[in-house]
């Protein structure tokens, strides 16, 4: 159950990659993404571990030289790619150059704040590449289930966890929805097909604004 | 001028209790795993190794951890070793954090020469706390100060008695800039070559960065996770680009 709605999740995320684009998938929900690119779509994954032009690999094998993304899977490369130091890749995620990163969540709020590394009390295992991913790239997509665990909103008013970001999200997809951070708060775009939109807001914390041009979601 | 050394020991003798080493990797790979044995049999204590993460019980980072060897921990993501996680609650190893990039660029920075730079990561977060911030454009940026060590353990994939490095695949990581930034990096690599016998055009690392090389042995392939596709999913063709289609 869990997982087809992870998959639910990955799939309609996977519909805001755009042929051409440069995409970061952080690991999770996002690196899921790569298995639902829709047809006709050729994307070119950034790994920050030093790689552009990759993908899940389609066999093992012994002869394949060190490619790792920055989940540390062994991935294979793509005609096209390049690798280079970590330095260049974050250049690539602050410069500019990504057209698009899709980042998990633990929280986002009304103002597009994200949390996502860090729950107090718990280990912390540091940030990695959130922090970078989340302020440089030209689109930030936060894929995400909609509530925690005990059914507990995860889109907020304002976040109580320390924060990945300021400001940083664009678009939150769900397995409920898909909300839009836009300057007058959130905007509900599209609703899951089975679901009211009062059974989004109940289950959404922060106010929602609903899209005049509401869609259902199609995946 | 670079030094070839042939006993590991020797190349590593003047790391002393206490000493500041940076460790090159990128989770598993690119692992300099010859030094940080040699490290560990030297049993040098209080050392504060800067590496992007604290790998595994068996090679690399882990094995100076294992060995109580390590006071402090500068690194980017932890989270994948409980026994990293004991020793940190414990208060045995203390541990300081940076955004990934910014531990990249810190780096870069150190080896080039900077005394800092301006960067949007963090901003807002705790990663920024205490720090100095500036405002250009309407975007909001944190000031982040260089990174050196004493020492430098990286490894790569070729190199030349005059130092020269080439690195193989997402090996390179972080490894050609903890190359620049300490006061003496030492080098392991998997092919030892003669100057003259790696094209110049294709070095990653010119050896002034490197003071010792040295000829690794027993490269063993690690991989924390394996994620292979079954051939029959539904996997597309690999992405490709007609010339002049990217890039714009």
Same mark, same amino acid.
């Given at each position: 159950m869990r997982d087809r709605k992870r998959h639910l999740i990955a799939r309609r995320a996977a519909q805001e990659i755009e042929d051409g684009f440069y995409v970061n998938l952080s690991p999770?929900?996002?690196?899921?993404v790569a298995n639902h690119l829709p047809d006709g779509v050729e994307a070119m994954l950034l790994s920050e571990s030093g790689v552009l032009g990759f993908r899940a690999r389609l066999r093992e094998s012994?002869?394949?030289?060190a490619v790792f993304n920055a989940a540390n899977e062994a991935v294979t490369i793509c005609p096209g790619a390049s690798f280079f130091s970590c330095a260049d890749a974050y250049a690539m995620i602050r410069g500019g150059h990504l057209d698009l990163c899709i980042l998990g969540g633990l929280e986002v709020d009304e103002a597009g704040n994200l949390a996502n590394w860090m729950i107090p &009390?718990?280990? *912390?295992?540091g940030m990695g590449g959130a922090m970078d991913l989340a302020s440089g790239a030209k689109r930030v997509v936060v894929a995400m289930e909609?509530?925690?665990?005990?059914?507990?909103?995860?889109?907020?008013?304002?976040?109580?966890?320390?924060?990945? &970001?300021?400001? *940083?999200?664009h678009r939150i997809i769900t397995e409920m929805a898909v909300i839009d951070v836009t300057p007058q708060g959130l905007l509900l775009r599209e609703v899951a097909s089975e679901l009211s939109v009062d059974e989004v807001c109940r289950a959404t914390e922060a106010s929602l604004r609903v899209d005049k041009d509401l869609k259902i979601i199609q995946v | 001028m670079t030094r070839v050394f042939h006993d590991i020991q020797q190349a590593i003798?003047?790391?002393?209790?206490g000493a500041s080493v940076m460790v090159g990797g990128f989770g598993l790979c690119g692992i300099p795993e010859n030094l940080t044995r040699a490290l560990r049999d030297r049993g040098t204590r209080n050392l504060t190794l800067i590496s992007n993460n604290v790998s595994?019980?068996?090679?690399?980072v882990g094995l100076l951890l294992r060995n109580s060897q390590v006071k402090k921990m500068v690194a980017?993501?932890?989270?994948?070793?409980p026994f990293f996680e004991k020793l940190v609650l414990n208060g045995q190893v203390q541990i300081e954090l940076s955004p990934q990039g910014t531990f990249a660029e810190r780096i870069r920075a150190g080896g080039a020469g900077l005394g800092g730079f301006y960067t949007?990561?963090?901003?807002?977060?705790?990663?920024?706390?205490?720090k100095e911030t500036r405002t250009w454009n309407g975007r909001h940026y944190v000031l982040e100060l260089p990174l050196r060590a004493q020492f430098a353990l990286v490894r790569a994939w070729k190199g030349d008695r005059a130092g020269n490095l080439i690195y193989r695949a997402t090996a390179r990581n972080l490894n050609p800039l903890m190359a620049t930034a300490a006061d003496v990096t030492i080098a392991e690599v998997e092919e030892l070559a003669e100057?003259?016998?790696?094209d110049p055009d294709s070095i990653?690392?010119?050896?002034?960065?490197?003071?010792r090389i040295l000829q690794g042995v027993r490269y063993e392939k690690y991989v924390e996770r394996k994620r292979v596709m079954?051939?029959?999913?539904?996997?597309?063709a690999p992405p490709h680009r007609q010339a002049g289609s990217a890039g714009d």
């Open positions: 999770g929900i996002p690196a899921l012994e002869n394949e030289p &009390g718990k280990m *912390v295992k909609h509530t925690t665990r005990d059914r507990k909103p995860r889109i907020v008013r304002n976040c109580t966890l320390p924060l990945t &970001g300021l400001s *940083v999200v | 003798a003047d790391i002393e209790d595994t019980d068996n090679v690399g980017t993501y932890v989270g994948e070793d949007p990561a963090g901003y807002g977060t705790i990663a920024a706390e205490n100057p003259g016998e790696l990653h690392t010119p050896g002034i960065y490197v003071q079954p051939l029959n999913a539904g996997q597309k």
